[in-house]
């Protein structure tokens, strides 16, 4: 049965909020903000490494918010994810809403040497083929490439940023007027936003990858921030390389306390180490990947997101 709700005199689908196997706390917080209960979806993986899914009865006529991540373990998550979106379209869904806090392939948005893959544009074409109508991500790794790739598809993107909520976490933890760092001046809208809470100067280092060898090579120059506490944020943390170097810079140039933030903790093995070895004082990140160095939560964010749908 399908069940409309009147909101200032519009009727619309009731919303059904499923969190999928790699975010049931997160899809269930988003349910709990929404004032709903999160409808568990049945998960078991068969000998062979294939996913069983069921979907929670119910679902046709719906807006469904599927909450899913896609880490760690990226190419599974994606298929659990394109699944459940086509079942529940295939069960009458009315909507799909996909909610992927970090959303893997989206540093390859472009095809940087001959012959890759434009794994983001195959990324959302997939989701549109599944039947995903809105695609709710976090801090997307370059909102203009997402944007670019977004226009050949069907698929609605909704790019929200947790650096304000990081920002306001650092600030609570003596990180008030800091000076805020991007290691890379394509992130430096993350350095100018969480400036504008920390109420401090903003800029970045000069951070180049060979595109072969994967290696980092970063440009330190002169930031004067000798005495001032700097936090560095970044979108992803990974192996630590970047936001090593980074801090590492900063304290070389005689920064006093220096924190590392990051959106989406991926932390491969030896990446706490290589930061904290480098002098941070302190790493936080968002839930959008679980991860023990989460500080803050976005649930609020995608919630507020979804009413809006
Ligand atoms: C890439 O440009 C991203 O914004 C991050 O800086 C990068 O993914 C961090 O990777 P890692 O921790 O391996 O240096």
Do not use: W
Not at 201 to 219: A, L, N, P, V
Request: proline content about 4%; overall charge negative; aromatic content about 4%.
């Amino acid at each position: 049965m399908v069940r409309l709700l009147s909101i200032h005199g519009v009727f619309k689908h009731a919303m059904i909020v499923v969190p999928g196997p790699a975010s049931k706390e997160l899809g269930e917080a988003v349910a709990a903000q929404l004032g709903l209960t999160a409808q568990p979806v049945e998960h078991r993986l068969f000998p062979d490494g294939e996913s069983y899914l069921r979907l929670p009865e119910g679902v046709g006529g719906e807006k469904v918010a599927l909450v899913q991540t896609t880490a760690p373990d990226p190419d599974r998550k994606m298929m659990q994810l394109l699944i459940m979106a086509r079942t529940a379209k295939d069960l009458g869904a009315a909507h799909v809403a996909a909610c992927v806090p970090y959303l893997a392939y989206m540093r390859q948005d472009k095809r940087f040497l001959g012959g890759e893959a434009l794994s983001l544009d195959v990324v959302l074409g997939l989701m549109e083929a599944a039947g995903v109508d809105d695609l709710v991500v976090v801090d997307a790794h370059s909102a203009s490439s997402l944007a670019e790739i977004e226009a050949g598809h069907r698929v609605k993107v909704h790019n929200l940023s947790a650096i304000p909520l990081l920002a306001e976490y650092v600030k609570e933890r003596g990180y008030d007027g800091a000076y805020s760092l991007s290691p890379d001046v394509g992130a430096i809208r993350l350095a100018e936003a969480a400036g504008r809470v920390l109420g401090g100067r903003h800029g970045y280092f000069e951070k180049s990858r060979d595109r072969r060898t994967g290696e980092i090579t970063m440009e330190v120059k002169d930031l004067e921030v000798g005495g001032v506490n700097a936090v560095v944020f970044d979108d992803i943390i990974s192996s630590g390389g970047t936001t090593a170097r980074a801090v590492e810079g900063l304290k070389r140039q005689g920064a006093a306390d220096v924190a590392a933030a990051c959106v989406h903790a991926l932390f491969m093995p030896g990446a706490e180490e290589r930061i904290r070895a480098a002098g941070a004082d302190l790493i936080v990140s968002a839930d959008t990947v679980e991860s023990r160095h989460a500080g803050v939560t976005v649930a609020g964010l995608i919630a507020g997101c979804l009413e809006k749908l």
